[in-house]
């Protein structure tokens, strides 16, 4: 899906893997780097610099409660318990052998939740730098695992590029709906109110809220000892209808 496309939507279906445990699905954030050169065809001639911030925002539908994974430690989650989600860490540039950098993180949907796919930029960087940093996109990834661990070449697959940028620090590139087996991905790019340090979030009927009262605030992780949010759990706002 990219900001062209006529649907924003698309679904995988997570039950035809009928319980074979060496299925996998895999959620990431790919960019070709800051400043990346490309030829007449798209193609990547020279990847650049730099890094983005991804943050994977989880909601219980039972609790409300949330939880945020992102590469930083301590927050990276675990498969081992909720919201079953593992995160690989940061990258800090292009990926091995002149691969476009990638932050993923493993899934194991067993209940129905959400998950927010915010991507930050950071103070650091300075509002409207996403679309500085060469064609970030959201894979979504199910299938049977290759080498590695991750899901092969025959995988089911969902791209979601980043639409127009604004000047903002926050975008959330894909909402993702897991319901009695079937994935929904909801790939329209929205942003955070210009300026604003708020990170997006989900209220407890699973609907985008730009700046959840009391929710994660991001901050520069140069002067927080690499910790990029305030927070990273709490309880979904009820709606108020103003988002």
């Given at each position: 899906?990219?900001?062209?496309?006529a649907t924003?939507?698309?679904?995988?279906?997570?039950?035809?893997?009928?319980?074979?445990?060496?299925?996998?699905?895999?959620?990431?954030l790919?960019?070709?780097?800051?400043?990346?050169?490309?030829?007449?065809?798209?193609r990547?001639?020279?990847?650049?610099?730099?890094?983005?911030?991804?943050?994977?925002?989880?909601?219980?539908?039972?609790?409300n409660?949330?939880v945020?994974?992102?590469?930083?430690?301590?927050?990276?989650?675990?498969?081992?318990?909720?919201?079953?989600?593992?995160?690989?860490?940061?990258?800090?540039?292009?990926g091995?052998?002149?691969?476009?950098?990638?932050?993923?993180?493993?899934?194991?949907?067993?209940?129905?939740?959400?998950?927010?796919?915010n991507?930050?930029?950071?103070?650091?960087?300075?509002?409207?730098?996403?679309?500085?940093?060469?064609?970030?996109?959201v894979?979504?990834?199910?299938?049977?695992?290759?080498?590695?661990?991750?899901?092969?070449?025959?995988?089911d697959?969902i791209?979601?590029?980043?639409?127009?940028?604004?000047?903002?620090?926050?975008?959330?590139?894909?909402?993702?709906d897991?319901q009695?087996?079937?994935?929904?991905?909801?790939?329209?790019t929205?942003?955070?109110?210009?300026?604003?340090?708020?990170?997006?979030?989900?209220?407890?009927?699973?609907?985008?809220v730009?700046?959840p009262?009391?929710g994660?605030?991001?901050?520069?992780?140069?002067?927080?000892?690499?910790?990029?949010l305030?927070?990273?759990t709490?309880?979904?706002?009820?709606?108020?209808?103003?988002?």
């Amino acid at each position: 899906m990219s900001k062209d496309s006529a649907t924003k939507t698309a679904r995988i279906d997570l039950r035809k893997s009928q319980g074979d445990p060496n299925w996998v699905l895999t959620v990431g954030l790919e960019w070709d780097g800051r400043g990346a050169h490309y030829d007449a065809y798209g193609r990547v001639t020279r990847y650049g610099t730099g890094d983005l911030d991804v943050y994977f925002f989880c909601r219980d539908e039972v609790t409300n409660k949330y939880v945020v994974i992102s590469g930083e430690a301590r927050h990276r989650g675990t498969l081992d318990k909720w919201p079953f989600i593992h995160h690989d860490g940061d990258s800090k540039g292009p990926g091995n052998r002149d691969r476009p950098a990638v932050e993923q993180v493993r899934v194991l949907p067993t209940e129905n939740g959400d998950l927010l796919v915010n991507v930050y930029q950071s103070v650091d960087n300075g509002t409207g730098a996403i679309d500085a940093f060469g064609r970030p996109r959201v894979a979504i990834r199910y299938g049977r695992a290759a080498p590695g661990g991750l899901p092969g070449d025959d995988a089911d697959e969902i791209l979601v590029y980043v639409g127009n940028g604004q000047d903002s620090y926050w975008a959330t590139i894909a909402h993702i709906d897991v319901q009695d087996g079937i994935l929904t991905v909801d790939g329209e790019t929205r942003y955070s109110h210009p300026g604003s340090e708020q990170m997006p979030g989900l209220d407890t009927t699973g609907t985008w809220v730009r700046e959840p009262q009391g929710g994660p605030v991001g901050r520069s992780k140069k002067a927080n000892r690499g910790i990029g949010l305030t927070k990273y759990t709490g309880r979904c706002p009820t709606p108020t209808g103003k988002y």
